[in-house]
């Protein structure tokens, strides 16, 4: 079935280090893959996203790649600032439907 | 524009009653989508609502149920509540469904807790 994987668990980072989370699809109907920032007790907030025609997308601090051979995509996070401390969430999404199917979540704390 | 709003935001039930929660989305927005988020199994897809009709449906028992009215407004019901249902329930909206534009944004989420 549909699968999204997503490695670490936890990642504790000093402010100023980059930041990387990746992700494993398994639906290779999936041409969406949109990235969520949930600080605690707050609803899931889109970041950043990408679609499956293109490998790569940045938007200031945050990147997103891309590689659909390998059904793999990343998260990259630079200067990482205290604030950016929170759980990640990717997620996969097959455009003929809303369904989202997320991973696992990575739980980031940048230490001042 | 007001985001999705979600009620109510916290809600106590024992087992075995049944519970209903309501989502609005962002005015213009016709497609509403339900998740369930616990610490054990992270964000769970419960179904998706466009022009009410379901579209999709996630692996949840049938005692989870949803509808979706013709103003877009969606409600989720849960019967014969137990133990394990305890959970921030999310919804979440987008423009239309199956599109391009197809960014979900969610609501703030009703924590159900069943004793």
């Known amino acids: 079935g549909e699968n999204v994987e997503q490695h670490p668990s936890t990642l504790s980072v000093q402010e100023g280090d980059s930041a990387v989370i990746k992700c494993t699809y398994s639906d290779s109907a999936s041409n969406y893959f949109p990235w969520y920032k949930q600080e605690l007790g707050k609803r899931p907030q889109l970041i950043i996203d990408?679609?499956?025609?293109?490998g790569e997308k940045k938007d200031q601090r945050i990147a997103v790649t891309l590689n659909k051979t390998a059904k793999h995509f990343s998260l990259h996070i630079t200067e990482t600032q205290p604030e950016d401390s929170a759980v990640y969430f990717c997620?996969?999404?097959?455009?003929?439907?809303?369904?989202?199917?997320f991973g696992t979540g990575t739980r980031l704390l940048v230490s001042p | 524009k007001a985001g999705v709003t979600q009620t109510p935001r916290y809600l106590i039930k024992t087992r075995g009653q049944q519970v209903t929660l309501s989502c609005s989305p962002i005015s213009g927005h016709r497609s509403v989508s339900w998740y369930q988020q616990t610490p054990g199994q992270g964000l769970q897809f419960l179904f998706e609502?466009?022009?009410?009709?379901?579209?999709n449906k996630g692996n949840f028992p049938g005692r989870f149920s949803g509808r979706q009215f013709s103003n877009s407004r969606s409600e989720m019901n849960v019967s014969t509540l137990e133990l394990g249902d305890s959970a921030l329930y999310l919804c979440a909206s987008s423009l239309v469904a199956g599109s391009a534009d197809n960014e979900q944004f969610f609501g703030p989420g009703t924590r159900l807790t069943v004793l």
């Open positions: 609502y466009f022009s009410e009709t379901q579209r």
């Open positions: 997620a996969a999404q097959n455009t003929g439907f809303q369904k989202l199917v």
């Open positions: 990408i679609r499956s025609n293109v």
